[in-house]
Structures are given as structure tokens and as C-alpha cells.
């Protein structure tokens, strides 16, 4: 099992650019989650999907959008990304929601 | 919102020593994890706590429940260099409820 994958790894972005963010999970979990992660912070919960055709917004979803493509894949997308979303990006699953979370290795955003 | 404290942010020990960390919330929690960060990777599930008093032990990595539920202990025991990365701390107040990440602790081992 791969767990949960990520792409792209990295990514650099010029103000005012959009990109989609890739996540998907072959654990067969309900639910999945979008957090970012910045420098001497906690990760704090972007998004999160309880299961699939489901999406509710977390602590901090301004900016963004989620598609839950089916239950495998969940996406993060930027419409017109701003300096202040440059941070690495994690997605998680588990089982059931708010259960005990798995995670992928990170998408490092850069936006200039 | 809900925060967690980690202490110490960060800690340089030699390579056979034993490590403590503690985390802190200001809430009651009825469940911890405790995770590690290596560099440029994603957090990985070490110890999961669901109960006061609570002692868990993962090879040499030993977490503990507080029993106030207002805190939670992680120690390393003999540490070896592959301990080296960020140990985060989560914690929930109820279940079904979002879980709260603190800041880290992040773990050097000199040779």
C-alpha cells in the first residue's frame, strides 16, 4: 500500500496563478482532510471531506476550494494564490471522521 | 481557537540519551497522538492515547495520558540518529471533533 500520495512535491507560483493540488489514499478511508503547516505553527485544518460526495470547511478556507473527486482522490485548488499561501500542505485519511489521522508526505507551494 | 503548548521547542542530546517532551492544552482532552515529522516528509503515527493514566509504549518510545487530560508525555529512550525530526503532539476534545496540532519539538542527536 502507498498510503496516502501526494503531487506535485514542490511548486512555485506567480501572485494571481491557480493550481490544483493532488491527494489520494489506497487505504480504503472514509474520510480525508487538507492542512498547511507554517513555520513554528501547528497544522491547521483546511478542509476536510467526512466521506465522498461530502466537504466542510475547517479553521482556515479562505482561498482555497476542495473537490472530493471520488473516494480515493481529494483535491485542494487555488484560485489566485497569494504570497500569504506559501506554506507546505498535507492531506490526511482515516477510517471515520475525526478518527486517528494518516498522512502524505507534503506539497512545499511557493508563491512569489 | 484551541492551542497546544510543546515544550521544549527544540532539544540537542547525544546519541544513547533519553528524551522527554511534554505537550499542553488549556482544555480536556479525550484523546492524544503523537506524530513525527522527518525533514521533507509528512507527519507519521507514533503512540495513539484514548484514556487518562493511559501508558503506551512503541519500541523504545513511551507516551503517556495525563491524568488531569489537560497534558500528554512522550519519551525516547537510548536515542539513536534516525530519532532526529519534529515530534508533534495532537489532541481532541471530543470525538467526532477536529483535532488540534501544537507546534512541535524538534529533536537534534549529535554522534
Known amino acids: 500500500n502507498a498510503g496516502v500520495t501526494q503531487t506535485p512535491k514542490f511548486q512555485v507560483l506567480k501572485t494571481g496563478q491557480s493550481m490544483t493540488l493532488q491527494c489520494a489514499q489506497d487505504?480504503?478511508?472514509?474520510?480525508m482532510y487538507w492542512y498547511r503547516q507554517d513555520p513554528g505553527m501547528g497544522l491547521r485544518l483546511i478542509y476536510y471531506s467526512a466521506s465522498e460526495g461530502t466537504t466542510d470547511k475547517g479553521e482556515v478556507p479562505n482561498g482555497y476550494n476542495v473537490s472530493r473527486l471520488n473516494k480515493r482522490e481529494f483535491s485542494l485548488r487555488l484560485e489566485s494564490a497569494a504570497p500569504s499561501q506559501t506554506s507546505v500542505y498535507f492531506c490526511?485519511?482515516?477510517?471515520?471522521?475525526?478518527?486517528?489521522?494518516?498522512f502524505g508526505p507534503g506539497t512545499r507551494l511557493t508563491v512569489l | 481557537g484551541q492551542q497546544l503548548n510543546q515544550s521544549p521547542q527544540s532539544m540537542f542530546i547525544q546519541e544513547g540519551e533519553d528524551v522527554s517532551m511534554n505537550c499542553t492544552s488549556s482544555?480536556?482532552?479525550?484523546?492524544w497522538l503523537w506524530y513525527k515529522q522527518d525533514p521533507g516528509e509528512g507527519p507519521v503515527l507514533l503512540i495513539a492515547?484514548?484514556?487518562?493514566?493511559e501508558l503506551t509504549s512503541n519500541g523504545r518510545l513511551t507516551a503517556q495520558f495525563g491524568i488531569t487530560r489537560k497534558d500528554s508525555f512522550l519519551n525516547i529512550s537510548a536515542s539513536i540518529p534516525s530519532d532526529v525530526g519534529i515530534y508533534f503532539c495532537a489532541g481532541q476534545i471530543d470525538y467526532g471533533q477536529n483535532f488540534v496540532f501544537g507546534p512541535g519539538t524538534r529533536l537534534s542527536v549529535l554522534p
Open positions: 482544555s480536556i482532552f479525550n484523546t
Open positions: 490526511a485519511s482515516s477510517e471515520r471522521l475525526m478518527d486517528t489521522q494518516y
Open positions: 487505504m480504503n478511508h472514509n474520510s
Open positions: 492515547l484514548y484514556k487518562a493514566g
